[in-house]
């Protein structure tokens, strides 16, 4: 997909300031997602746009440990969430997976394979992690527009800084690789469903995720 960007003069993109899901029924995403605890750290719009299958990214949160996991997970069922991957141990700790009514897709995990306490609601950070066709090239993309790259692993996976007030961190990973990781198809065409908002004046990426202007961005949800 081309690329396009705003001919104004702020083309500096600091962090990423906010994510919006479009949604068919923002109210219902609402209840939703107050109800699986994250609603803290996310917008909401209304939208129709035509989308199927695997939309291209996930939302991650990183919790203390395993009872936090399934804590969530559970919170997340019970809301009406459909289980992808049942919480369970894996290489790199514990984890599960859920899709949430509006077809998001969140993954919850811990690097601690064992309780050290109770569970808790608390999380200690939520990455938006965007599958891409080439991982090195949208990671110049987005460092020669001003994000700052915090972790690199060649070409299979990048993180960005935060912004000091940023509520999500952004990553990059390779699309069919992250579609495995959740447990469903790589194949997906139409609307990714998601807005995300920067300090920089609006562009779309290489692989079609849109980004406005944050100030621009109408939050239905609080």
């Given at each position: 997909m081309a690329t396009t960007a705003s001919t104004t003069a702020n083309t500096s993109l600091t962090s990423l300031a906010s994510v919006t899901l479009e949604v068919g029924d923002p109210e219902a995403a609402r209840r939703f997602y107050s109800a699986f605890g994250v609603d803290a750290y996310l917008r909401l719009r209304a939208s129709e746009a035509h989308s199927t299958g695997f939309r291209g990214f996930t939302l991650a949160l990183t919790v203390s440990n395993p009872?936090?996991?399934?804590?969530?997970?559970?919170?997340?069922?019970?809301?009406?969430?459909?289980?992808?991957?049942?919480?369970?141990?894996?290489?790199?700790?514990?984890?599960?997976?859920?899709?949430?009514?509006?077809?998001?897709?969140?993954?919850?995990?811990?690097?601690?394979?064992?309780?050290?306490?109770?569970?808790?609601?608390?999380?200690?950070?939520v990455v938006l992690l965007i599958g891409v066709e080439a991982v090195k090239a949208t990671k110049q993309f987005y460092a020669d527009r001003g994000l700052t790259v915090a972790k690199s692993v060649g070409s299979k996976y990048v993180e960005f800084a935060p912004g000091q007030s940023s509520p999500v961190k952004l990553a990059l990973?390779?699309?069919?690789?992250?579609?495995?990781?959740?447990?469903?198809?790589?194949?997906?065409?139409?609307?990714?469903?998601?807005?995300?908002?920067?300090?920089?004046?609006?562009f779309t990426d290489p692989d079609g995720f849109a980004w406005e202007a944050a100030a621009s961005l109408t939050c239905t949800q609080r």
């Open positions: 009872a936090t996991v399934d804590g969530f997970v559970g919170a997340a069922v019970d809301a009406g969430a459909t289980v992808l991957k049942p919480a369970a141990k894996s290489l790199w700790g514990y984890s599960g997976v859920v899709q949430a009514p509006d077809g998001t897709i969140w993954k919850i995990a811990t690097s601690a394979k064992k309780d050290t306490g109770p569970a808790t609601r608390e999380i200690d950070e990973y390779k699309r069919r690789a992250l579609a495995k990781d959740l447990g469903v198809p790589a194949d997906g065409t139409g609307s990714h469903r998601i807005v995300l908002g920067g300090t920089a004046d609006a």
